[in-house]
């Protein structure tokens, strides 16, 4: 697509509910990231995928985030037994290569609200 | 660990006048990419401009231009002839180059806004 797309731009969920916030990133970038901004805060690290796998997962905060990307393009992140404290805006970007915000667009973001 | 400070939650300019955003950095890093990065109301993070920290020339784009100061580890955010366009939240943002371009540290954002 002409942009890294973002599906849904906003969801509420009740606590304890599973979510699924998806990213379709710019065709034939290989590099995706997730970043999770809270109200009043930058960006904060999640997730980067090179191609299908996880290169560096370090910035999930807990178990119960986790993220798939199986065929190298879309990517979902995943969120069990939601907390309030995951309320936040979910970014995704993208990148041809591996550099990361050097290079990387982003989507507009998935709002999440756990209720 | 790398901390990335903005001491200035909001500022404002008159439409066609020029402002500048300040931003303060912590590292024990050689090497890193410093950057500024708006969000409009829209979400969407726009990269205004980078700055690789080796390169002494401070960098322009258009009517965006920064001072980096390296050894004061400063990179303030110069916009000249601000627009209405330029409303909105500005974050600076550091990546080290080593460990992987994706730990970025982003400081906490200064919101701008343009006043016709």
């Known amino acids: 697509g002409a942009g890294v797309s973002q599906t849904p731009s906003n969801k509420v969920t009740e606590k304890g509910k599973y979510v699924e916030l998806r990213c379709d990133p710019i065709s034939g970038h290989t590099a995706l990231y997730w970043y999770r901004q809270s109200l009043g805060q930058g960006p904060e690290f999640l997730i980067y995928?090179?191609?299908?796998?996880?290169?560096?997962d370090s910035g999930l905060p807990n178990d119960r985030f986790f993220a798939v990307r199986p065929e190298g393009s879309v990517s979902t992140l995943k969120i069990q037994r939601t907390e309030r404290g995951d309320s936040a805006v979910y970014l995704c970007?993208?990148?041809?290569?591996?550099?990361?915000?050097?290079?990387?667009?982003f989507g507009q973001g998935t709002r999440l609200t756990v209720v | 660990a790398q901390t990335v400070t903005q001491s200035q939650p909001e500022m404002s300019v008159q439409e066609a006048e020029t402002v500048t955003l300040s931003c303060t950095y912590d590292t024990s890093e050689s090497n890193y990419y410093l950057f500024w990065y708006k969000q409009p109301p829209s979400r969407q993070m726009i990269l205004v401009i980078r700055?690789?920290?080796?390169?002494?020339q401070n960098a322009t784009e258009n009517r965006f231009s920064v001072n980096f100061q390296k050894a004061a580890k400063s990179f303030s955010l110069k916009i000249s002839d601000s627009q209405l366009g330029d409303t909105a939240m500005y974050f600076c943002?550091?990546?080290?180059?080593?460990?992987?371009?994706?730990?970025?540290?982003f400081g906490i954002g200064t919101k701008l806004q343009v006043i016709p």
């Open positions: 943002a550091f990546v080290p180059l080593s460990g992987g371009y994706q730990k970025v540290t």
């Open positions: 995928f090179q191609g299908t796998g996880a290169a560096d």
């Open positions: 700055q690789e920290a080796y390169k002494q």
């Open positions: 970007a993208s990148s041809l290569g591996g550099s990361g915000l050097a290079e990387a667009f």
